[in-house]
């Protein structure tokens, strides 16, 4: 299964095409519509104003109520455009934004308006693909789910990775922020919200289980190995600057007898004690979860005086970003995350 | 520019196919050995004693010294093999090793003598295919260099990510142990002596910059955005088990205010007073300096006993792995690393 | 450039994914249109009576009249959509269609109705994007032209391969019935006619020529040569059975002698007198027009009673197929040919 | 199952780099021997005395006569090189043969003794690959089979297309040379001789067949449908400058109720009574066998003197091509196409 998205923020359209789609399988449109709503804005105090309504058209692939096993595009039209807010980034780039790189790149023709093809907005039908795979790994008896493990240097609690946490992770995605303790998550809040009466933004760690997989999945091969399928997905979410696997940046730190991961029978099982290795070995996955951390940037996009360079003059400039924006994005990306690593399983299945 | 790693430890012999190799590169071989001598064993006290010859042969793709642009397949004959020390490894997997993955990945077929196609001695051919992409990217300027960030917790100084450091990393490359300062390298190797001594084994971390890239590589897609790229390369790499660009997990704890990288321009040419973002934004490379750093998991191979099964009988078991290993692999994996982040540069230039 | 055709024939909408579309191309959306009324069917007796509006919408890589780059998503809203005609497909598959085949691949779940997915429908998109791939070209001075080089064992001028011919087949382009010489375009489209009399359909062969394309493009490698891009393109162009490129299958009986193209100085340039090789040596363009021919099948869909199986019941049956149909698709076929050269021409130049 | 073919006529070996193998395959080397033996040149009074050892040997991918799954490299060292006698190909390029293309493709930096890259000796690694590729197909049942089917306008009978024919042709592929026919075999032969007499080769086609393979293999997708994925393999082998499935161009010149393949359910399985279409509809194989023919251009390489021109003045200039030359290589692709074609079943069939 391979996908492309498209579109632009401020575009007729946002998208996705998504290509070997296993054929027969009920989508469950509902299920679908609850994972976009998960990552919707306008949902609660922490968010922007700007309502997304999100509503995805399947143009092709689906044929009464099954997925057909032909390419299936999805739309979501865009629909709340408010183009004249976004004049000055064609001239003053937003600090760590793409809107300079993507001007170098796409010779000045990329679609500056609210961030354009780099906006977050092209994250939504990232999430109506990963739903699509998600109910084909749930067909399978694979879980993949996450939390923020940590917003503002405020650490959510650990669930031990030797076991299958399908059932904590699915009441965790059912909270409008989706955090695993939810005082811990009170106290994050409050740090966003602080954050945000400065006109600042902060930034967090996701953590990420992919429950029920078998031992054998991928190579120790470039292209094969089931870190790099990871990564090849996780790299291309917006925001993403690091992914670890198990212990991760951790292990730097530990001896290899600590770090090793021994190996016991478990009722003729083949089981790891711990997981520091987050399920993977040789690139392969040894049968327990699949454990990773993402960072997420802090936003960007910040309402305080940016210094930046006017591409129209040459000279140094400096910014305000008008609107509104969300002072983290951690909350919002969890499910985006889940749908990028529902995706990689797949690939990783070879599905 | 694609490449594929083959052979096995104890199989005839080891080696890479690259593809796409652009016609008429004059070839250094010397260079190319320098390169793999950076990488062999039994250079100094921390290495294992176990000598290993890797002399190259390219068997196509060379001409007259240029390269032809035909497919160029280079190889490593093995010489230095005990087969009988790993007999154990068919029903005894070692922990956090890829024996008992690649058992149920492979069928039981896969050559589990030294490791197979897990040994770290597949790394010869990748820092030999690495050797090739360097020599591109020099005739444009281009410049890939590391130094061991971190081992045992151990922490090295850490270079300005807003200059090009190819001066200082250079110098580097010369040393037996390429640590910025030696001070606090001769620190590290004693901590490795020390877990050598405790029959234990430590990791580290490793910084890498790329210098000279140009604004406008990448795009945010997948597959072709920056960081993904060279996710792909680095996750191949044996031990990896996580990368960050720029600041990376650190972002999690700051502010967008201090995480963003303000614009300027610097003689013509806009940079940024900082580099939190690695080089990258919105999976374009920004012109500035290409830093990440990647995570190198403890050696697994530790002389201790540790719990494992025995896949022949299905019972637990206990593994006292035989013969010299390297209590540290980390200062080795400098110049792999840096193979993997020069394939990964050619081919974010389309090379 | 890649692309991928999405939608079903009675869906809710057909179109086209293209990424890698450099930036900056400001599109004749006027040609576009042009090529896609080239394809439609409605405009002379020949043809079917149902009329394809065949209106795309373009929702994203497009900004301010030119592309941005990113990923173009182009559209056409099924309008014309008759169901129930379709009915009987579901169980008693259509001699040599894809009916059966597709049932078997997709389980009983690919959309049956008007052909779905399998319909020469689909090729609509594909006329689109290669509108755009034509455009690209135009710029390199670059031209791709096609006629119909026989229909029904009638057989067309053929233009001397060893020059440039767009002005000829500019000219055939903007004909209703696109061969070189109109009076044997005239004897074809009465033995057309005369097919459809009997209930019948006939087939042909177009010849496409590529102009303007340097030496040097391609290599003798497997998915890298000329040959094998154009085929990687045309061979998915449905009812396309063969492909052969220059003197093709007339080179079995010729010596070398008479095949080989001998080389001469034409004012500074390497050219060959003859062009039995079709413009390629060795998978590398030569500099001489690529030329190439399909063979086109007759319209599996015929209004006479067919012998096929009940795939519900297991048993022989009888089909009569109801409605209008093409007796003949090689006119229509000729810009979809142009279109699948020209993608593969951009592929060929690694744009 | 991916693979690279590597090397040069006159380098050190030639070989080919094959990745996803599958685990657990035991290789008949004998039978990869014989493959080879067929292909090698030196055999019969037709073919040029130079004698190719072909000795394969195999570096990786295998241990105790086992595939391991990961990837097999195997090379053949090249032992008979006469480079003096090529001297002159540098500058005087044989017309209708690589050597000016890849001069230009490679800036000059080719090897062009031998013709290099692109000699027909690189057909010996495919032919190897192809004989695994075989090995596994047999455990499934499947048969690649083929035999010359014209040979200078002279054709071999013609096989059954809607049978299984894996004995005729088993029997076929014992003969020195392929054809069905052995009367017809010998005057092919008879103008094989004379056209070396007369300084001059003659070209031909060969017929394919892949038998017992199941309906639902492929897509209608590029790169996904059947005949794009053998077109893809077969365009790669020299000399092959056509492709047509079942009837393939014969389909122009017949009615669609000729050409139509009508079902009937045989004993349970859906059949159809002719095979005009090789086995394919609408990209996806039919149960049927499937058929395909490619036809091989006459050796370029002749003795007679022939106009071409001097590269390094820029001069027209006379090649007379020196040594011995194939005056026909048609009996010796025979097992080339049949390797092609199954490397071809292979990834059909997502092996």
């Keep these: 299964m391979e996908y492309t998205i498209f579109g632009e923020s401020h575009g007729p359209a946002i998208g996705v095409t998504l290509t070997g789609v296993p054929a027969g399988v009920e989508l469950d449109l509902a299920a679908m519509e609850f994972e976009l709503s998960r990552r919707a804005t306008g949902k609660n105090k922490l968010s922007t104003a700007r309502k997304e309504a999100d509503q995805a058209e399947i143009l092709s692939g689906l044929f009464e109520g ?19 807010d976004y004049s000055q980034l064609k001239t003053l780039p937003r600090p760590s934004h793409g809107d300079y790189t993507g001007s170098v790149r796409y010779a000045g023709c990329s679609d500056y308006r609210g961030g354009g093809h780099f906006s977050g907005r092209l994250t939504a039908p990232l999430v109506a693909a990963g739903a699509i795979a998600k109910q084909i790994l749930a067909q399978k008896g694979i879980f993949v789910g996450a939390h923020i493990s940590a917003v503002a240097g405020i650490h959510d609690a650990v ?6 946490q399908r059932e ?25 919200l602080a954050a945000r009466e400065e006109q600042d933004s902060v930034g967090g760690t996701i953590r990420c289980m992919v429950c029920g997989l078998n031992a054998g999945a991928g190579t120790p091969d470039v292209d094969e190995n089931a870190e790099g399928i990871f990564a090849r997905h996780l790299f291309a979410v917006p925001a993403v600057k690091g992914l670890e696997f198990g212990a991760g940046f951790a292990l730097a730190d530990m001896r290899g007898s600590q770090a090793n991961d021994p190996f016991y029978m478990d009722d003729g099982t083949v089981r790891t004690r711990t997981n520091h290795s987050g399920g993977i070995n040789g690139g392969i996955t040894n049968g327990m979860p699949v454990v990773f951390t ?14 930046t360079v006017d591409l129209s003059t040459g000279q140094n400039a400096k910014l305000s970003i008008q609107g509104r924006h969300d002072p983290c994005i951690v909350h919002r990306a969890v499910p985006v995350i889940e749908a990028a690593a529902a995706l990689a399983t797949c690939q990783l299945l070879g599905i």
């Design 159 to 164: 669930p031990d990775p030797t076991r299958d």
């Design 168 to 192: 904590l992770l699915r009441q965790v995605a059912q909270k409008d922020f989706p955090a695993i303790d939810d005082q811990i998550g009170e106290r994050m809040q409050q740090a966003i």
């Design 66 to 84: 099954k997925t057909t096993g032909t390419p299936l595009t999805l739309i979501i039209r865009n629909t709340d455009q408010h183009s004249k």
């Design 294 to 307: 993402v960072v997420i940037r802090p936003t960007p996009s910040i309402a305080r005086e940016q210094d």
